[in-house]
């Protein structure tokens, strides 16, 4: 939070509800995509992406860390 212009300690309030937030949005998405999964019976990363694919920023972001990824796995 600090990133974004938070104090450098944030109240712990803060913290608690941020982690209840973040912890809320992701079960939600990885429900959303075991739905999606179901069909073939195994969750892939094509089922995140079907998710968030009306969210622009954290769908090229996702496109982002996967090509980055591939990357890394070709130089080792």
Not at 25 to 53: P, W
Not at 59 to 76: G, H, S, T, Y
């Amino acid at each position: 939070m600090y990133g974004f212009g938070d104090a450098k300690e944030p109240d712990p309030d803060s913290i608690e509800l941020m982690e209840d937030m973040l912890v809320d949005y992701l079960t939600n998405v990885a429900h959303r995509a075991m739905e999606v999964a179901e069909r073939r019976g195994r969750m892939q990363t094509e089922d995140l992406l079907y998710v968030i694919r009306n969210d622009r920023k954290k769908f090229a972001r996702v496109d982002e860390l996967l090509e980055m990824n591939a990357k890394l796995k070709d130089a080792r």
